[in-house]
């Protein structure tokens, strides 16, 4: 493990308010894994556990769920659902490589949002990124943030896998590399690194219901200390969200 990055993580991972909220975030998902009526309903419950996680994300856009399919937020809800529907096709590409993933999983979901050469790729020059949660401005550095995530994702085998979903999630959803659909394509993220490293594979588990039931204000507190440096509090934050996420799946 070379990275500076992911020498940082694992800082980060053992600050013990940090380790406490990601391993109580690991066993509530090891905890649904177990559950015999999750388990004889597994096509239901990660077909239920999409439903609800793409309309999460959208609403954390400030989406109407409601709205009308031909309306600028029922566009945004579609682009949540096929986003995450997305996400079991990329998993195995996910540890090998990840900008191709990203770029994947932004074409999806920016898809008749963007111009079409901007579809899979990172902002460049003065491009600006859409802001629905009033982070304010995008940092610049979008191409040197992006390697150094690949980097991490590279040298990532013995760092906690939640360490890895909450980073990877921070620098898209924060850091918004795309001018359009960065926090979806963020969201979508953490559900491809907890599959990817075998934490739920079946994707049962509702991370962004997780993070709605903590509330869109604590959502952008928890960016806004990422971007500010305040890693700590930001991991606490995810880790709560991760619990919540699993503690949100019922058999159906």
């Known amino acids: 493990m070379t990275g500076h990055l992911a020498q940082a993580v ?14 109580t975030g690991r066993a509530a998902i090891d905890e649904l894994l177990w559950r015999r009526d999750i388990r004889s309903a597994a096509a239901e419950v990660t077909a239920a556990s999409k439903i609800t996680g793409a309309r999460d994300s959208a609403a954390m856009e400030g989406a109407d769920i409601a709205a009308t399919e031909d309306s600028p937020m029922g566009r945004v809800l579609a682009a949540a659902q096929a986003v995450t529907g997305e996400v079991p096709a990329v998993v195995d590409t996910w540890s090998s490589a990840p900008l191709q993933v990203l770029a994947r999983l932004h074409s999806v979901a920016a898809f008749q949002h963007v111009a079409p050469d901007q579809l899979g ?7 600006v990124a859409d802001d629905p949660l009033n982070l304010g401005p995008a940092p610049e ?7 150094l995530l690949a980097d991490l994702v590279a040298d990532s085998t013995d760092i906690p896998a939640l360490a890895v979903a909450g980073i990877a999630h921070a620098e898209i959803a924060g850091a ?6 960065s ?10 690194v907890l599959a990817a490293r075998g934490v739920d594979p079946s994707s049962f588990s509702i991370p962004e219901a997780g993070m709605m039931q903590l509330g ?3 959502y952008v507190r928890a960016l806004r200390a990422y971007e500010a440096g305040n890693v700590d509090e930001y991991l606490v934050w995810f880790g709560q969200a991760i619990e919540l996420g699993a503690q949100r799946v019922s058999p159906p």
């Not at 600050?15 to 391993?23: F, I, M």
């Not at 550095?141 to 390697?147: D, M, P, Q, V």
């Not at 926090?183 to 491809?192: D, E, I, K, N, Q």
């Open 10 to 23: 694992v800082r980060w991972a053992e600050v013990p308010e940090v380790s406490h909220a990601l391993t």
């Open 121 to 127: 790729r990172p902002r460049v020059g003065d491009e």
């Open 176 to 181: 918004r590399p795309f001018v359009w659909g």
């Open 141 to 147: 550095n979008t191409a040197l943030r992006l390697t």
């Open 216 to 218: 869109r204000p604590a």
């Open 183 to 192: 926090g979806l394509v963020g969201r979508a993220v953490v559900r491809v």
